[in-house]
């Protein structure tokens, strides 16, 4: 089974700034089958990004996904105030494993 | 609208057995992976299983194969998660979520119903 693991795990930063998420796999993951959520509490999670790099329906361009292989990030160019969340990657080469979260928090 | 609507909060008991339910609507029903998510309290997202409810093809997480069993009806358009004999850390919130592409295995989950919380409690 491929393990995810997220870093850092928590982020302090303020709006306007820019948040880089880091997402490493124990070993390859196939044609990019890596995808992000965000989670707000009480809510169900929400995809950002699936194929490593393309932005679901409806997610603005502040989100940005990159990496192949084994190492993946999410980028939020600029953060806004909704934007403070955790967020998850996920590989679904082989079978489907999520990683443990990050939680970006306001400073 | 595309969306998927879970069953309603559970208590249940040790040793009791559940089935919970997702049910979709505004897309064919028999063309989508469903699966569901386990998340236990104040914790992380855990990838369980999918079914293709067109002709019930099931897989499993390793950490969930023999402990679950994931079903579909697609008569009624409803997926299921049920256990035969619940434990207290069977305690936490469950989705159900869609694939995002017609038919395709290795996919993100783009459509998420609203989560099922079971709670044990002896």
């Known amino acids: 089974e491929i393990v995810l693991t997220q870093s850092p795990g928590t982020l302090s930063l303020s709006p306007g700034e820019r948040a880089t998420l880091s997402c490493r796999a124990s070993?390859?993951?196939?044609?990019?089958?890596l995808a992000w959520y965000q989670q707000k509490p009480g809510q169900a999670p929400r995809l950002l990004i699936y194929?490593?790099?393309s932005r679901a329906t409806g997610i603005p361009d502040r989100f940005s996904g990159s990496g192949s292989g084994t190492d993946f990030a999410l980028t939020i160019s600029r953060l806004e105030p909704e934007d403070f969340a955790v967020y998850y990657c996920q590989q679904y080469g082989s079978s489907g494993t999520f990683g443990q979260g990050t939680k970006v928090e306001i400073k | 609208e595309v969306q998927l609507v879970q069953s309603g909060a559970e208590v249940k008991k040790p040793g009791e057995s559940l089935k919970i339910s997702c049910k979709g609507s505004?897309?064919?029903?028999?063309?989508?992976?469903i699966g569901w998510v386990r998340q236990m309290p104040g914790k992380g997202l855990e990838w369980m299983g999918i079914?293709?409810?067109?002709?019930?093809?099931?897989r499993y997480s390793p950490s969930f194969q023999g402990q679950v069993t994931i079903s579909a009806d697609k008569s009624i358009s409803t997926a299921y998660l049920q256990w035969s004999s619940l434990k207290a850390s069977d305690t936490a919130m469950y989705y159900c979520?869609?694939?995002?592409?017609?038919?395709?295995?290795?996919?993100?989950?783009?459509?998420w119903g609203q989560g099922t919380m079971v709670t044990l409690s002896s």
């Open positions: 194929g490593a790099s």
């Open positions: 070993q390859s993951v196939s044609s990019s089958y």
């Open positions: 079914i293709y409810p067109g002709d019930s093809d099931t």
């Open positions: 979520a869609r694939h995002g592409l017609v038919g395709v295995i290795r996919d993100a989950f783009d459509i």
């Open positions: 505004g897309y064919r029903f028999t063309s989508y992976w």
